[in-house]
C-alpha cells in the first residue's frame, strides 16, 4: 500500500518561509512521479508544483513560480517543498501525491492526508 504522509505545516508571518515534507511508505520515491496541491476553504483543490520521476523536471503554478522550490530525496522517500516569500493567499490545506507517469493521461493515484499552512498578514 502506497501512502503519502505529509508534514512541516503551520502558522508563518505574511514573508516568512516554510518547508514541507511527504515520506512515501510502501514504494520507493523513484518509483513515481510527484506533486504537491493545495485547497484553501471554499475554494477547489489547485494545483502548485510537480517534479517528473524521470529526469526530475520540475513545474508550477504561476503563482508560485520564484517562491516555491519542490525537490525530492528518493534516498529518503521523501518529497520537499520549500516555500518562501509566504502570503496570506498561499493559506490553505497542502497535499502530496504521487503518480507512476510523469505525463498525463497519467493520474495522481496516491494521496495524502495533507497539512495545514496558515499565513497571517
Known amino acids: 500500500q502506497v501512502q503519502p504522509v505529509e508534514s512541516g505545516g503551520g502558522l508563518v508571518q505574511a514573508g516568512g518561509s516554510l518547508r514541507l515534507s511527504c515520506v512515501v511508505s510502501g514504494r520507493t520515491t523513484s518509483s513515481y512521479a510527484m506533486g504537491w496541491f493545495r485547497q484553501a476553504p471554499g475554494k477547489e483543490r489547485e494545483f502548485v508544483a510537480r517534479i517528473t520521476r524521470i529526469g526530475g523536471t520540475t513545474y508550477y503554478a504561476d503563482s508560485v513560480k520564484g517562491r516555491f522550490t519542490i525537490s525530492r530525496d528518493n534516498a529518503k522517500n521523501t518529497l520537499y517543498l520549500q516555500m518562501n516569500s509566504l502570503k496570506p493567499e498561499d493559506t490553505a490545506v497542502y497535499y502530496c501525491?504521487?503518480?507512476?507517469?510523469?505525463?498525463?493521461?497519467?493520474?495522481?493515484?496516491?494521496w495524502g492526508p495533507g497539512t495545514q499552512v496558515t499565513v497571517s498578514s
Open positions: 501525491a504521487a503518480r507512476e507517469g510523469d505525463y498525463a493521461p497519467s493520474r495522481y493515484a496516491y
